[in-house]
């Protein structure tokens, strides 16, 4: 059975950082395209990054270029985020997406972790 | 970037009765990589449809989707009380990959 299994998340102060991590299993990890994507409080979907299978292209929204990073770790099945200078408006769930090919949409989602900014 | 403007905002049916939800694209989507999904409170998406108008693995006959270019739909063709929840399309042929806002399927 695919799981995506998101962790990470929590309060922080504007400007802040937060790492999230999403441990995958179930599936061959290294053989596919991995995603975030968030939802503010209420609010409707929204693509944040991705990564391909190996690590060596990533693609970023311009509204996290040059804060966000995403890296993986095949040997271990597990995705990350990196949030760096984090903004109120970066408060909502974050789900971790698989993605069977670069040209495919999202078929599994993890169940979110929650990052709140605010003072 | 693609702006996806769905329709209705919510919609109020019975189970039973047919649903039809639109989607429309500010351009058009490349290759019609256009998706569905469903989304219940509390959960992660589910993905119904991709490609347009090819079903997802497990999702059952009654749900259909079609359209090419900008403008997409998503049926179902006899409501049933779990197909009750907030369904989003998704176009991922162009960067950055998009959603609409969203359509609320509520029981009427």
């Known amino acids: 059975e695919v799981q995506l299994v998101e962790s990470g998340g929590g309060l922080v102060q504007p400007g802040g950082s937060l790492r999230l991590s999403c441990a995958a299993s179930?599936?061959?990890?290294?053989?596919?395209?991995m995603h975030w994507v968030r939802q503010g409080p209420g609010k409707g979907l929204v693509w944040v990054s991705r990564?391909?299978?190996?690590?060596?292209?990533?693609n970023y929204a311009d509204s996290v270029r040059g804060r966000f990073t995403i890296s993986r770790d095949n040997a271990k099945s597990t995705l990350y985020l990196q949030m760096n200078s984090l903004r109120a408006d970066d408060t909502a769930l974050y789900y971790c997406?698989?993605?069977?090919?670069?040209?495919?949409?999202?078929?599994?989602w993890g169940q979110g972790t929650l990052v709140t900014v605010s003072s | 970037e693609i702006v996806l403007t769905q329709s209705p905002g919510t919609l109020s049916l019975s189970p039973g009765e047919r649903a039809t939800l639109s989607c429309r694209a500010s351009?058009?989507?490349?290759?019609?990589?256009l998706a569905w999904y469903q989304q219940k409170p509390g959960q992660a998406p589910r993905l119904l449809i991709y490609g347009a108008s090819s079903r997802a693995t497990g999702i059952p006959d009654r749900l259909s989707g079609s359209g090419s270019g900008t403008d997409f739909t998503l049926t179902i063709s006899r409501l049933e009380p779990e197909d009750f929840a907030v369904y989003y399309c998704h176009q991922y042929g162009s960067a950055p990959r998009t959603f609409g806002q969203g359509t609320n399927v509520e029981i009427k």
């Open positions: 990564i391909s299978s190996d690590g060596s292209s990533t």
């Open positions: 179930g599936f061959t990890f290294s053989s596919y395209w």
């Open positions: 997406a698989r993605v069977p090919s670069p040209a495919a949409t999202v078929d599994y």
């Open positions: 351009q058009s989507v490349s290759n019609n990589y």
